[in-house]
């Protein structure tokens, strides 16, 4: 059996130890890749890899301890993007063009790109989705709504109708701020062209009046006081009482996630099933007026990279973790969307096999902003977006906050 719980990152060094962080903290991922880690020893003799299972916002910090002192896990996980992109600028990670050159020619060319720095690629993309609304189709019954809302104005009238039947509309989870974050950036995928989104990456110019636009749609959904009790301070996916418990047990109608979703709430369940039978999913509403696609999709993933100095065996592992037989049991298991062609048709998950879908025909896929644009603008936008939520910033504020970071960046 795999080691769990191992402390620090880096390798030992003999090169026989590897040090693998992930965020599957709940079953069934959990003890999936502590199995996956088992069979990778049993055919590499001699190699121990220690997994250190840890929540999502628990390996977010102390994957950025680890980026700041250079210290990091042998194997983990690549967000891609802007932050991917400073990292290979610092010479934190590995080049896997060539050692992986097989894994990389599984993978859909569009989905590979959000990990390649100058064409070159850093990392393995593991799984890759897009972001909506989760929601309980039992409680839409119960209140009488017959089909998800496809517009904002059909959204309000969807939350002031479980309002009326006393039933909670939306969770998030303020207090880890992305999951807020997620509703201005899909406000702004609906109000921005695909055009000036991918500028915005490269020009970080926000001048466009259309990202004022989505703050002031933003603001127009709070204005229905959608959200759950204390939403500024629940955390995202943490035990029953997070955004994904309430969802997961009934006492909300939905929570604006990705992918990740129905993984999270099987295990913030008794049963382990989640939501079970009663999920449903549907895209963001459109926003009327907007210059944005409105079958374009907010999405991104997570990929397995590997750390610059580590020894070959890591290398090995993230290539045995995007096999065909790995990918499958990942599928098989709910634990996401899978990037490896064998393994698509193993999504059993009728919401998740949908979701693939959504993905598969999408014009255009936007990475999250923070991502997108790296640690330091995305990291002012939200915590600007975060403050537009407790009512302390406007729509106008949020532009300017952000559009100061950028400008340090230039």
């Keep these: 059996m795999a080691a769990c719980g191992g402390d620090d990152g880096g390798s030992e060094a003999d090169g026989n130890t590897i040090t693998w962080w992930h965020n599957s903290n709940n079953e069934p991922g959990r003890g999936y890749y ?34 700041q002192s250079g210290d990091l896990p042998d194997v983990y996980m690549e967000r891609g993007g ?5 990292h290979v600028e610092a010479g934190l990670v590995r080049d896997l063009t060539e050692d992986a050159s097989e894994e990389i020619g599984k993978i859909e060319p569009g989905t590979l790109a959000g990990w390649q720095v100058e064409d070159q690629t850093y990392a393995l993309p593991f799984s890759v989705g897009v972001v909506g609304f989760w929601y309980n189709t039992e409680l839409f019954e119960q209140a009488g ?20 039947a006393g039933i909670t509309p939306i969770s998030v989870g303020a207090g880890d701020k992305w999951p807020a974050a997620h509703y201005w950036y899909y406000t702004a995928l609906r109000a921005c062209s695909e055009d000036v989104l991918t500028d915005a ?8 009046p259309c990202f004022v636009q989505a703050g002031e749609e ?18 995202a996916q943490e035990g029953a009482t997070s955004a994904s ?11 604006l996630a990705g992918h990740w979703e129905p993984g999270v709430m099987q295990g913030l369940t008794e049963d382990g ?42 290398v090995d592992l993230v290539k045995y973790l995007l096999s065909d037989e790995v990918q499958t049991g990942f599928a098989e298991n709910d634990m996401g969307l899978p990037t490896n062609p064998a393994a698509i048709g193993s ?8 979701l693939l879908e959504v993905r598969d025909a999408s014009p255009f896929i936007q990475l999250y902003f923070d991502t997108a644009f790296g640690a330091s603008v995305g990291g002012a936008m939200n915590d600007a977006i975060a403050l537009l939520l407790a009512g302390q910033a406007s729509p106008q504020d949020v532009v300017d906050d952000t559009q100061e970071a950028a400008d340090q960046e230039k």
């Design 34 to 67: 502590e199995q996956v880690a088992a069979d990778f020893e049993d055919a590499n003799p001699g190699v121990e890899v220690e997994v250190v299972a840890m929540a999502h916002e628990d390996m977010v910090d102390r994957l950025e301890a680890a980026f």
């Design 82 to 86: 802007g932050e991917l992109a400073d």
């Design 145 to 164: 709504i017959t089909t998800p809302p496809t517009t904002m104005e059909e959204l309000y009238s969807t939350v002031e109708t479980l309002k009326g």
């Design 201 to 208: 990456v490269t020009s970080l110019d926000f001048s466009d």
């Design 218 to 235: 933003l603001q127009a959904l709070l204005e229905t006081e959608p959200f759950n009790p204390g939403f500024l301070t629940t955390p």
């Design 245 to 255: 418990g309430l969802l997961a047990t009934g006492q909300v109608a939905m929570e």
């Design 273 to 314: 099933q989640g939501l079970g039978e009663r999920t449903g999913w549907f895209p963001f509403p459109a926003i009327e007026g907007g210059e944005g696609d409105p079958e374009a999709q907010l999405g991104g993933g997570d990929a397995w990279a590997v750390a610059e100095g580590a020894p070959d065996a890591a």
């Design 347 to 354: 999504v059993s998950d009728p919401a998740l096999a949908q």
